[in-house]
Structure formats: structure tokens, C-alpha cells
């Protein structure tokens, strides 16, 4: 298969947003106006073929480019003994941190530029309802805090599910407008019915650099700035918080240092605000050895992190199996995408929603790390708090 890759504008003068190229139908991953975002499927893949995939193409265009090269975008899922899934879009379009645009297509299709149309106000109703029954939820919390005490475990996260039913199929594009006009700073993803805008960077490989941004440790946002710095003070200072916190950091730092030549981070977590929660989190920069890390290995190595899933990984794992109650299919594993040479990015797959077939069912997830401390009923709040990001986004004309 032969792919033809030009500076964008050789194509068009406007300036075309990711959101509206992807529109309702394709792929999207995006920050900050950075990112990704494809049209039509030229070839879906396993996670497992997709690097000989990107391997065979004949590609027309600049091979020395950051964002220049063709790319894979999909997800791989919370369970690791499950292949990941990716596309080739037909089209694409890449914009990168330095500024550039650049676009690929299949050579023998037709360039489309056109901004996806935006679907008039609609006057859907919803009716929320829950997955996992709350008794439930607040069970496996006691359970694993129980596991964690008696020392079986340091971390495990419990996650939880409700069900938003629409009358008419919701409006894709415009749900990512949303999300971008309230989570323009997170990592907003649009992938095969799975939407969502995670503020949690996995791993970033751009050449010999390689970035992570974990975060763990949550608290909620008012709107009201005095009593959100305040709260997020009480996270900073929170020993439940920062125990759930550095078990995280340590994982990713001990995955990744074996492939870098440095690997830094901050000395001290920091908070990260969006619009309705707050996070602990510390940024991780390194630069790679050789050879050179891929980022879809790295992704796999990774995910999911202690953020999602535990620690010990596979201890942590089997108890989340038996007492969680839910089948998290693509929510807490990663999302992203990766080019010919093995750079690209792959966010947490949170604050989502998977959408049914005929999009009038969302169904959204959200979790909590468990540990000695931890208190059912206040984490099922923090379930609570973490659900409006996608809930806001979709019910909101």
C-alpha cells in the first residue's frame, strides 16, 4: 500500500481543527491542538501486526519529519493477556509541537478537506442508570483496603460503571467539541465508539526524548478557588494520597530507566487541575538509549499502570478480578498512536465513554486507588466527582 504524505498546506489555507476532520465517524487524538486525526479505514490490525503493518508501506513524502509519517491510532484494552486493535485511516491530517501540518492519504483517494457538518441542537433526553450495583462497589473497596492491610497488596483500584441511555444517538462531534471547549489540556481521543478526554499521559517517544505524566491521588473541584486551593492542599498533604501516588511513579520509573540513558522527574508531585477533579501528579522526561525504545512497547509495558490497575501488578490484578464485578474492556488500558519509527503517544484510557452500536447507550467508568486508608463512601464521592467530565459533556446541549 502506497501512502502520499504533503505539508497541509499544499492542500488547503484554512485552518481545519482535528475535531472538525474527524467529525463524527473518525479517529482523534489530540492536546492543546496537537495530535492526530484520521478519516475512513484504509486497514485495521492486532496489536501484534500492526508494527509490520507500518512496516510495509511505500511512503511518498519526507522520511526525516516529525509528523510526517504514517500512523496507527487505537487502544489497547485493561486486560494485557488481550490483543490491542489499531486502523490505518485513509486520510489524515498531523499537526506537531513545532507548528507543522501535515497531511497522508491511500495514494488513489481523493483528498477531502471539508470540515465535518455540525449536527443542529438536539433535543435528546437521557436516563442514567448504573452498571455495577453501588452495594457492590463499596464491598470490593472494604475488600481490597482488607487486602491491603493484611499486607497482600500495597494498591489496587476499584472501578465502577453507569449506563447514560439516550433517545436519539448521540452527537459525536459534538460531544468532542464539548469536551475540548472544558478538557482542551487533557488528551481528548475519539476511537471506534470510544470517546473521551484523559488527562493522564501514559508514555510520549519523539525521537531519542520519552515523556510520562502519571497521575494518582484525586480530589474534587468546587469552582469556588478559595476552597479548591484549599482542597488541593489537603491533597498535597494527604499521606493516603501520596502513598497512592508514589506507587505509581516508582513503577513507571523502574519500567522505563532500563531504556534511557537519563530519566528525570520532579522531586516533589505537583497538582493538576481540570475542570472538575484534581490530581497528584509528577512528570517524568528522559532520553533513550539504544536502541531505541518503541512507544508501543512501551505502552505495553506500562499499562496497565498501579494508576489503573495495582501493585504488585499481578496480585493486584487477580483480586480487581474477583471481587470488582466489571468488565472494563478498553477503560484503564491506553490510547494513542505511533508512526513508522516508533514515536507517538498514548494517554490512560479514562474519563471515557464506550458508545453502543446505534449511540444511544454510553456507558462511563470511573475508579479509585484502594489502599490501608481508604473509605468506601469516600470513594465512591470520588467516583462521583470523576463521572461528570464525560456526564456534563454528553447531556449538556
Given at each position: 500500500m502506497k501512502i502520499v504524505v504533503r505539508p497541509l498546506k499544499d492542500f488547503t489555507d484554512a485552518t481545519l481543527d482535528l475535531n472538525d476532520f474527524c467529525g463524527s465517524n473518525g479517529q482523534l487524538f489530540v492536546r492543546d491542538g496537537v495530535g492526530v486525526a484520521g478519516r475512513g479505514i484504509a486497514a485495521r490490525v492486532s496489536s501484534s501486526d500492526a508494527r509490520t503493518l507500518l512496516e510495509s508501506l511505500d511512503i511518498d513524502g519526507p522520511r526525516d519529519e516529525h509528523g510526517a509519517l504514517p500512523f496507527l491510532i487505537g487502544a489497547l484494552p485493561f486486560d494485557r493477556s488481550l490483543t490491542g486493535d489499531f486502523v490505518l485511516p485513509q486520510q489524515w491530517i498531523s499537526k506537531t509541537h513545532?507548528?507543522?501540518?501535515?497531511?497522508?492519504?491511500?495514494?488513489?483517494?481523493?483528498?477531502d478537506l471539508a470540515p465535518a457538518e455540525r449536527a443542529p441542537t438536539s433535543s435528546n433526553s437521557y436516563r442514567i442508570?448504573?452498571?455495577?450495583?453501588?452495594?457492590?462497589?463499596?464491598s470490593a473497596v472494604a475488600?481490597?483496603?482488607?487486602?491491603?492491610?493484611?499486607?497482600?497488596?500495597t494498591k489496587a483500584v476499584i472501578a465502577r460503571d453507569v449506563l447514560v441511555e439516550a433517545t436519539d444517538p448521540i452527537d459525536v462531534h459534538g460531544l468532542?467539541?464539548?469536551?475540548?471547549?472544558s478538557f482542551g489540556s487533557s488528551y481528548r481521543y475519539s476511537y471506534d465508539g470510544l470517546i473521551g478526554a484523559s488527562p493522564e499521559l501514559l508514555v510520549e517517544i519523539r525521537g531519542a526524548e520519552i515523556f510520562s505524566h502519571p497521575l494518582a491521588g484525586t480530589t474534587p473541584r468546587t469552582g469556588d478557588p478559595a476552597t479548591d486551593e484549599a482542597l488541593a492542599a489537603d491533597l498535597l498533604a494527604s499521606a493516603k494520597n501520596q502513598i497512592e501516588h508514589r506507587v505509581v511513579i516508582d513503577m513507571v520509573h523502574d519500567t522505563l530507566l532500563p531504556h534511557c540513558s537519563y530519566l528525570d522527574w520532579e522531586p516533589e508531585p505537583t497538582v493538576v487541575k481540570v475542570a472538575n477533579v484534581q490530581h497528584l501528579g509528577t512528570r517524568l522526561q528522559g532520553a533513550l538509549s539504544s536502541p531505541r525504545l518503541h512507544v508501543l512497547e512501551a505502552a505495553y509495558m506500562l499499562s496497565p499502570t498501579p494508576a489503573l490497575g495495582g501493585f504488585p501488578r499481578?496480585?493486584?490484578?487477580?483480586?480487581i478480578a474477583r471481587h470488582e464485578g466489571l468488565d472494563r474492556g478498553r477503560y484503564g488500558g491506553a490510547i494513542g498512536w505511533f508512526d513508522t519509527q516508533g514515536d507517538g503517544a498514548?494517554?490512560?484510557?479514562?474519563?471515557?465513554?464506550?458508545?453502543?452500536?446505534?449511540?444511544?447507550t454510553?456507558?462511563?467508568?470511573?475508579?479509585?486507588?484502594?489502599?490501608?486508608?481508604?473509605?468506601?463512601?469516600?470513594?465512591?464521592a470520588e467516583t462521583q466527582a470523576k463521572f461528570q467530565a464525560m456526564l456534563a459533556a454528553i447531556i449538556r446541549p
Open positions: 513545532d507548528g507543522h501540518a501535515w497531511f497522508g492519504m491511500v495514494e488513489g483517494t481523493t483528498p442508570k448504573p452498571g455495577v450495583a453501588v452495594d457492590q462497589y463499596l475488600e481490597i483496603r482488607d487486602a491491603v492491610r493484611r499486607g497482600e497488596i468532542l467539541l464539548r469536551l475540548k471547549a499481578d496480585e493486584a490484578l487477580a483480586l498514548f494517554a490512560v484510557t479514562i474519563r471515557c465513554a464506550e458508545l453502543s452500536a446505534d449511540r444511544r454510553a456507558r462511563l467508568f470511573a475508579g479509585g486507588g484502594i489502599v490501608a486508608d481508604s473509605e468506601p463512601n469516600a470513594e465512591l
